[in-house]
């Protein structure tokens, strides 16, 4: 029976062992990565299974190789994927388009009959509800944008409506949804331009984040509703020394970021609220790099956190991250720019904290076994 109870007591101990070291693994890990060549792509989107998808018609999947999808006789981006697989971008540069799957090579377009001289583009997608929710904007051929979502159910819907535009808000260009259905992006509010808001489409509530500037983005929102992008601090329209990246949540509001060499830009945050995006860098070709923002808010070079002898000279641009702490981006690869994906290593100090962890529980029950006798 003591036999029993020691092997009960350390399955049980063990168990709780790993437990913690789950729980502590998003802590400790990633302050080195390994890096995956993905091929000569830009990348522009990430999803949790580690499914990377960007420009020159090009999909990635965990364990294959490089893919291409586009529609015959033209050309496709592929601007987000979600964690069902659903790809979103735009075709020929024209039209909001969506794929099915990574194999599936002709694309539904979201706005088929649009008039000549207009545009669309689908910039994110994420599932709301079960329901898979597709934001972007339109250009009409007078060159005014409009913000839109789109399902396959109800089709393309303008989000302004008549509380928003009667609130003064022009919604001009959603970039982002979460999985609670929130929405970020860059409109107009009482005649003030770059204006970043968040938009509640149930209730219809607009939050006003922040004027962007010129050259100002928002760029994503995760789950807990925290928004990233960048300001232009000067309103000139150039990085150069003005732009920088921020954060907002609604309890700390609109927080800037470091920056390098004079600019930064945030461009994803994941659940975990880790923030990834580029800035400045002392590159001889003047090529921004990528990097990570750490917790308080200096950007770290993502070059620096990977082996010396990659292979990849330059680490420029940093698009997104996924709740496993993985990266995708692009950069140059001896030379050439190829897509890539930075996977987290763990730290030797979280084996050191395995190890000591696991002896001294089992030095533990051994002396509660001793006890006993």
Do not use: H
């Not at 981006?77 to 099915?100: H, P």
């Not at 944008?145 to 303008?158: E, I, L, M, N, V």
């Not at 928002?218 to 921020?246: C, L």
């Not at 390098?260 to 975990?272: I, K, M, P, W």
Request: glycine share 14%.
């Amino acid at each position: 029976m003591r036999t029993r109870k020691a092997f009960i007591e350390v399955s049980a101990a063990l168990s709780a062992m790993a437990l913690v070291m789950c729980c502590a693994a998003p802590v400790l890990a990633g302050t080195q990565y390994g890096i995956t060549d993905l091929g000569p792509v830009f990348a522009s989107g990430l999803n949790n299974a580690g499914q990377v998808v960007g420009g020159s018609d090009a999909w990635y999947s965990p364990g294959s190789t490089l893919s291409e999808t586009t529609l015959a006789g033209g050309s496709s981006y592929a601007a987000a994927i979600n964690g069902d697989g659903l790809i979103v971008g735009s075709v020929n540069s024209t039209y909001a388009a969506i794929w099915t799957s990574a194999s599936a090579l002709t694309p539904t377009l979201i706005t088929p009959g649009q008039p000549a001289g207009a545009s669309s583009y689908a910039n994110a997608v994420n599932t709301v509800s079960g329901v898979d929710t597709v934001v972007g904007n339109y250009i009409t051929p007078a060159a005014n944008s409009y913000a839109f979502s789109y399902t396959q159910a109800g089709g393309p819907a303008r989000l302004n409506n008549a509380t928003t535009i009667g609130e003064g808000w022009v919604l001009q260009t959603a970039d982002g949804i979460n999985a609670s259905g929130l929405i970020t992006g860059i409109g107009s509010y009482r005649g003030t331009a770059n204006e970043i808001f968040l938009l509640n489409p149930v209730t219809n509530v607009v939050t006003d984040i922040g004027n962007a500037g010129l050259a100002g983005v928002s760029s994503g929102i995760n789950n807990s509703g925290e928004v990233v992008g960048a300001i232009d601090t000067q309103n000139i329209n150039a990085y150069t020394d003005n732009t920088s990246a921020f954060s907002w949540t609604s309890g700390g509001g609109l927080q800037t970021l470091g920056v390098l060499d004079g600019y930064s830009q945030a461009n994803a945050v994941n659940s975990e609220g880790v923030i990834v995006g580029f800035a400045g860098s002392t590159y001889s070709d003047g090529m921004p790099q990528a990097v990570i923002f750490s917790a308080s808010g200096q950007p770290i070079p993502l070059s620096s956190l990977i082996p010396a002898d990659s292979g990849w000279t330059e680490l420029n641009w940093a698009v997104g991250i996924n709740d496993n702490g993985q990266i995708a981006g692009s950069g140059l690869y001896n030379g050439v720019q190829q897509a890539f994906l930075l996977d987290p290593v763990p730290e030797p100090v979280s084996m050191i904290f395995f190890g000591t962890g696991l002896i001294g529980v089992v030095g533990y029950v051994a002396r509660r076994r001793m006890q006993t006798r």
